[in-house]
């Protein structure tokens, strides 16, 4: 074991791997601390990037689906980078200082979304680091984390509508409202001081499974989910926080615009309410069927301390929002009840006129 998985080894019943801290023996009261604001997690599958100089904001703007040239201090979004097909290749939580621009994003990214900023700086006045080994990042409500030495905290816009986004899932009613979720960048020393006050029984820390558990409820996309390669924004409501609909032009801006105006994704999110009777859990990846045809698979799952086993999936847009599904466990398979999440109808909010069809001359 080594890095954050080194640092909360010694915390009593931890479990951790090379990213760091997974539990400490029961993920579901971890839930309910991390919830309630008694506890914060080390988000060791998360990691910095910062791009500094004064062309920062524009040039990320230039770049990516979020309108940034003029974010203010301490205000927090966030952008994706998409392939000229318009599908999703990297996400990250943005917060600015004033001098330096924070990108939290997941570690399994980390390599690829550097190299490809610094491959695109060009002769503009911007510096890209790796921030991975001085920096760590902790998760919790933006109470809990408020009073860590941190040089900038985020705190998640979802599910609100940012300005120039557009939301395909309920407004009212959705789960993750009032969501109160925030992640402070800390120092290495600062994380070994919260494992020590966690050793010493005076601060009350979870795991990331807990925190992953959160997201999921509140169906709250995430690159290392939900992104396969395939993904459009629009097919997790991606649009909602990530993306700017009227900002200039940026890498697979068309297709976002066409699927948007005119089209429909192919493919949508839903929340799975699983089949807890018997202790199995499909893991992400699991096939998703109806009528035992493949119509989707697993992103994300966990077991929640309030809803029990739930998941994420993308499915056909064509499955009906009533079907009854049944997702690949192991041997086994697991009975599951659709939320709908992006519903089918999502797009097409443009209605160019139809124009006559003119008839032949007889």
């Not at 023996?25 to 004064?54: C, F, I, K, W």
């Amino acid at each position: 074991m080594s890095g954050d998985g080194a640092t909360f080894a010694g915390v009593d019943g931890a479990v951790c791997d090379d990213l760091g801290l997974v539990h400490i023996g029961n993920p579901m009261r971890e839930q309910q601390l991390l919830d309630s604001g008694a506890a914060v997690a080390p988000l060791g599958d998360r990691s910095v990037v910062t791009v500094t100089g004064p062309d920062r904001l524009s040039w990320l703007d230039s770049l990516t689906s979020q309108a940034l040239t003029r974010l203010l201090p301490g205000e927090s979004t966030e952008l994706l980078v998409l392939d000229p097909q318009g599908h999703v290749e990297h996400a990250a939580s943005v917060v600015d200082d004033g001098e330096t621009t924070w990108l939290i994003t997941d570690a399994g990214r980390l390599e690829a979304l550097v190299t490809w900023l610094t491959r695109m700086r060009f002769r503009l006045r911007v510096e890209v680091a790796d921030r991975s080994g001085d920096t760590a990042v902790v998760g919790g409500t933006a109470s809990a984390v408020a009073d860590l030495a941190s040089s900038a905290v985020w705190r998640d816009p979802w599910p609100e509508v940012s300005i120039g986004g557009w939301g395909y899932a309920t407004g009212e009613g959705h789960p993750g409202a009032g969501r109160d979720w925030a992640e402070a960048i800390v120092d290495r020393e600062e994380l070994r001081r919260l494992a020590d006050e966690a050793v010493a029984g005076r601060r009350r820390i979870a795991g990331r499974w807990a925190a992953d558990a959160l997201r999921i409820a509140a169906w709250r996309p995430r690159a290392d989910s939900e992104a396969d390669g395939m993904t459009l924004p629009h097919e997790v409501d991606w649009l909602r926080t990530a993306v700017h609909l009227s900002k200039g032009c940026y890498r697979g801006q068309e297709t976002v615009a066409k699927v948007h105006n005119l089209g429909h994704p192919p493919r949508r999110l839903v929340a799975l309410q699983l089949d807890g009777s018997d202790a199995v859990l499909p893991e992400p990846g699991a096939i998703v069927r109806r009528e035992g045809e493949e119509v989707g698979r697993v992103t994300s799952v966990a077991r929640h301390f309030e809803q029990g086993p739930i998941a994420l999936a993308l499915v056909k847009r064509s499955v009906p929002i009533d079907a009854d599904l049944i997702v690949d466990a192991g041997d086994d398979t697991v009975a599951a009840v659709q939320e709908v999440v992006v519903p089918p109808d999502a797009g097409r909010t443009a209605a160019p006129p139809r124009l006559p069809r003119l008839s032949r001359r007889t």
